[in-house]
């Protein structure tokens, strides 16, 4: 199916699913009766950031999901819909459980991809048979690292503006993009992604999606944005995650210094790994695809 509207693309077909208070459109593609493999997107981006992954992974006979998360167009929720962690990890149980038969997958996230990954691993650790996640450590090492560096509070100061009611949004629709546009190149500044940098802007300014993606910052630090239904689930976010898993991270980008950090966040059953890719920033799946996509092949062994 494909839905009226959205990017001309010949890699993936556009879906659309409800899961709870949201009608999320998903990029599908890959062999329908292969093994599913999730590609969760970070901020400021959508499912079309995974096109290298989507093409590769469908040649590896994976069959291969895409779903823009909440708040991001074209995906839409009802008014006063939540965007905290514990909502975003059951979103994505949803989707597995809908799309996929209630069957275990593969999964792969960036920013805030990863974040809400590593909360999908720590609450619903049966859901997933591996993962490989990009650019963010563990929330609990963020947190960690932030008490004790000034440099790594400096490097996060978007989390400490987003904050600020109603101002943020201001700033990105009264300069038309050019902060998002901005934070791409400070997260990035070897890679010019233009094209693609310019599609995700046009569709942050469009309805309420600067609200909502900028939803996800302050849920994470105040409590009041959470939605209270879901705390047994926001109580298991953290637990130590037993699956295999392994993180990259580009040497640009100074959240590596964490990885090493993170280990206790992993029992040994889940063969915790990290890896670095030269010359990468933040969004290292886009600027170093090919050495992505070999860690992907390698680590959920599909030359096997």
């Known amino acids: ?5 959205n990017k001309a693309i010949d890699y993936a077909v556009h879906q659309s699913v409800i899961i709870g208070d949201a ?12 093994d599913t493999v999730f590609l969760l997107h970070g901020y400021p981006d959508n499912a079309y950031s995974w096109e290298y992954q989507i093409r590769y992974l469908s040649q590896k006979g994976l069959r291969v999901i895409a779903p ?3 708040g991001y167009a074209p995906t839409k929720t009802k008014e006063a819909a939540y965007f905290d962690r514990a909502t975003l990890a059951q979103d994505i149980v949803n989707l597995i459980d809908n799309i996929n038969n209630k069957r275990a997958i593969y ?8 974040a809400v990954s590593y909360g999908v ?8 048979k591996r993962a490989l996640l990009l650019a963010v450590p563990h929330p609990v090492e963020i947190n960690r690292t932030l008490k004790r560096s000034p440099r790594h509070v400096v490097r996060s100061f978007h989390w400490f503006l987003f904050q600020l009611p109603w101002l943020p ?3 990105i629709r009264w300069n038309h993009g050019r902060f998002l546009r901005f934070l791409w190149r400070l997260w990035s500044p070897n890679f010019n992604d233009e094209a693609h940098v310019e599609y995700i802007v046009s569709k942050q300014m469009q309805g309420t999606v600067i609200e909502d993606t900028l939803a996800y910052y302050r849920a994470a630090l105040q409590p009041k944005f959470r939605d209270p239904k879901l705390a047994h689930v926001f109580e298991r976010l953290n637990n130590v995650i037993s699956t295999p898993t392994k993180v990259l991270c580009g ?7 964490m990885l090493p950090r993170q280990r206790d966040m992993f029992t040994s059953e889940a063969e915790y790994q990290f890896d670095l890719i030269e010359g990468a ?10 050495q992505v996509n070999k860690e992907i092949g390698s680590w959920f062994k599909l030359d096997d």
Do not use: C
Request: aromatic content about 10%; overall charge negative.
């Open 1 to 5: 199916m494909t839905l009226s509207g």
């Open 23 to 34: 009608n999320y459109v998903y990029l599908e593609a890959g062999n329908p009766e292969g």
């Open 68 to 70: 823009f998360l909440r």
């Open 107 to 114: 999964l792969i996230g960036q920013d805030w991809g990863a």
């Open 121 to 128: 691993l720590g609450a619903f650790p049966d859901k997933i």
């Open 169 to 171: 949004e201001k700033i």
């Open 251 to 257: 040497t640009v980008d100074m959240r590596k210094e």
């Open 281 to 290: 920033g933040h969004f290292l799946h886009r600027e170093k695809h090919e």
